[in-house]
């Protein structure tokens, strides 16, 4: 065997470099297991005993600590990198799995050995992967190492495994819980430690997100311990501000919630060799054991966690449904629907008044391909029909009507409970026929023997899946209202609506109360508004809204206000109506209250008759025609109305007025006389001239 090891090594193999390749698989091994470590190094020897000068062997020992399947070995890509180009001319290792332990490597070795003329040495001797023989003892060494690396690997998961399903697994448990020293999992003694995990749940059950719950952390200025894992700190506390993934690591174990789990996660390869984790659905866990140890909240309040979670996540990727209740007046923020199209309408705020007042609108499409946008539609209208409608259809009536029906759907479980059960029986009793049937057989008679024991089996199956559907059936059915639940769900009923209209209520407490009994709402804009909404318990109903008025359409007078200034006209003066209108309540189209000038500008733009052809249509006479009338100056016609001897009627803001005729018995007088009192009591009614001095 000597002689053809040195057959093997040729002159060429000599002029270049030997190369001893030392690994260890952990740092444990390096410390402990020191004579496996020595055998290696001692191939030195076997190098110069095959005529490699002293001085060119070369040691690669910068793997040791490192497993063989891992793919980021520096030493073994110098030793690849130097046999490619041609510097090696021999690789020396204790065994193939000291070279790699899996395929890929190991053959990849073998392909550049052969290409450039290098042999390969270990404890039973020198290959040269050029020979086909060679080559293929190489080979099955290969896959022998990476078998016996599964084996291993194995053998350690199976004794995890029937750990772990045992929930008696030790792993390093999340801050606020550790290991006592007989095993068992508790609380962490350090009350601090427990006061911020129980404040960090009781924020998010208050925000209802993380980000919020980072927020108020961030606000309260609090510090959040986090269990050093490595390093010379390993085991300690550290304390730092609260982050977004640190909340969300505590959110989502279960170990919190007092279960224990295993299985959740699993390592996948990358095509470029690297191994990443992947989460598993919750089914496919290996191990979940709810109540296995104390913990912070119950499995109920971690369920419900994953629930936000899982809808807070809603607001994220192509769908983008409803996101977490923000601060914003949006009622209906990440539930809304587009009517046409069916994508997931926005929000959009705008100033009205110093107020805020949501948009929505679909620009999905806008904003992907630079389309129009499909439509928008204000949303404070919309808002206000939910609201009114959610605050109807919660009261004491409807609620009283729904335990009815619940009550009455109740019986009809019942019965079909019965119905259901009755199956399982019978299934097994035919189950039992099949068994007995098959005990009573002959042994001998296989025939028999054999389709009975199959008819059996397909009892036994038919008995299993009707027992689960029993159970799944009965899980699914709704359970009977006790009288106190019955009390509360009707007091409900009126706490809800004082809830709804108390100031104190934040916008982001009322989307709440929404999500709670709406699942989404669909918009449509046409010639009116229409709404479909679509309720928890599949129940839908629909609104109509006109369409809102644009801006000035709003800013239009109402026409019963034009109308009553026409019917005002014909008594009063413009400030006189202004002034009505106030007093009766009625508001103008832009401002807050009527005054002169807006009165007479709306007589004029809607063309009314003004009132001072009002009162001449009516016969009444101008200051020079009363005047004449009477004979006298127009300053005493003045005088004689101020002290109500005549009647006029004021056409203006201005006291300029208009006379009722005096009568047919004016007479005429020459100018400069004085009017006698007969004259007067002739023209003027007797009621005007009591008390009244006259000339003579």
Not at 365 to 376: L, S, T
Not at 555 to 578: F, G, K, M, N
Request: charged share 30%; net charge positive.
């Amino acid at each position: 065997m000597l002689n053809d090891h040195h057959q093997k090594v040729q002159a060429s193999h000599l002029k270049r470099n030997a190369y001893l390749y030392v690994r260890q698989s952990t740092l444990r091994q390096v410390f402990e297991n020191t004579e496996s470590t020595k055998r290696q190094y001692g191939l030195r020897q076997r190098a110069v005993a095959l005529g490699w000068a002293d001085e060119r062997v070369i040691v690669i020992d910068t793997d040791l600590g490192q497993s063989g399947a891992a793919t980021d070995r520096e030493g073994f890509q110098r030793l690849v990198a130097e046999v490619g180009m041609g510097h090696a001319g021999i690789v020396l290792g204790l065994e193939v799995s000291r070279l790699a332990r899996n395929s890929m490597d190991w053959h990849r070795l073998l392909e550049i050995c052969a290409l450039t003329s290098t042999l390969i040495c270990d404890e039973d001797g020198v290959y040269d992967p050029a020979h086909f023989n060679d080559r293929l003892l190489l080979g099955l060494k290969g896959t022998m190492s990476e078998a016996e690396l599964h084996v291993l690997r194995a053998r350690l998961q199976g004794g995890i495994l029937n750990k772990a399903r045992r929930g008696e697994l030790e792993m390093r448990p999340p801050v606020g819980l550790i290991y006592t020293s007989e095993g068992t999992l508790v609380l962490d003694p350090d009350q601090q430690v427990q006061h911020c995990l129980r404040w960090l749940f009781a924020a998010f059950a208050r925000t209802g997100s993380a980000c919020a719950t980072v927020k108020a952390a961030r606000d309260e200025k609090l510090a959040f311990p986090r269990r050093c894992a490595k390093g010379p700190h390993k085991g300690e506390l550290l304390w730092g501000s609260l982050t977004h993934d640190q909340v969300l690591r505590v959110l989502h174990s279960p170990r919190y919630a007092g279960a224990f789990v295993y299985g959740r996660c699993h390592t996948i390869k990358t095509i470029d060799g690297r191994t990443r984790l992947r989460r598993r659905p919750r089914d496919e866990w290996v191990t979940l054991i709810p109540g296995s140890h104390a913990g912070y909240i119950s499995w109920d309040e971690f369920e419900l966690n994953q629930h936000r979670l899982h809808a807070n996540a809603q607001a994220r990727g192509t769908d983008r449904r409803r996101g977490p209740p923000r601060e914003g007046p949006a009622l209906l923020q990440g539930m809304v629907l587009c009517g046409r199209c069916g994508q997931r309408m926005t929000v959009r705020y705008h100033d009205r008044h110093g107020q805020l007042c949501p948009d929505y609108i679909c620009q999905r499409e806008r904003i992907k391909h630079g389309q129009a946008v499909c439509q928008h539609a204000p949303g404070t209208g919309i808002d206000q029909a939910v609201a009114a409608m959610l605050i109807e259809a919660v009261n004491p009536v409807a609620l009283e009507v729904s335990l009815v029906v619940q009550q009455e759907l109740q019986s009809r479980f019942e019965e079909a409970d019965r119905m259901r059960h009755a199956h399982v029986e019978r299934a097994q009793y035919e189950c039992e026929l099949a068994q007995r049937r098959f005990m009573r057989v002959d042994p001998d008679n296989r025939l028999v023997a054999d389709s009975l024991e199959a008819d059996w089996n397909e009892k036994l199956r038919a008995l299993g899946e009707a027992r689960e559907e029993y159970t799944r059936r009965r899980d699914e059915d709704a359970r009977l209202l006790t009288d106190e639940q019955r009390k509360a769900i009707v007091q409900l009923a009126t706490d809800f609506p004082r809830l709804w209209n108390d100031p104190g209520t934040l916008d982001r407490d009322r989307k709440r109360m929404v999500r709670l009994l709406v699942e989404d709402v669909t918009l449509n804009r046409d010639d009116k508004i229409t709404i479909h909404i679509r309720f928890k318990g599949g129940a839908r109903k629909s609104l109509h809204l006109p369409l809102p008025k644009c801006s000035w359409q709003q800013r239009v007078t109402p026409t019963s206000v034009v109308q009553e200034i026409d019917r005002l006209l014909d008594e009063h003066t413009t400030a006189q109506i202004a002034d009505v209108l106030n007093a009766r309540g009625f508001a103008p189209g832009a401002g807050s209250a009527f005054n002169t000038r807006m009165v007479a500008r709306l007589a004029r733009d809607y063309h009314l008759k003004p009132r001072y052809d009002r009162l001449r249509e009516r016969g009444m006479l101008t200051l020079q025609e009363m005047a004449d009338a009477l004979q006298v100056t127009a300053h005493t016609v003045k005088i004689w109305l101020r002290r109500g001897l005549l009647r006029g009627h004021a056409y203006s803001d201005k006291n300029e007025s208009l006379y009722e005729p005096p009568g047919d018995l004016a007479l005429r007088k020459k100018p400069g006389a004085k009017l006698s009192q007969r004259r007067l009591e002739a023209t003027v009614p007797p009621e005007r001239t009591e008390g009244v001095q006259y000339a003579t």
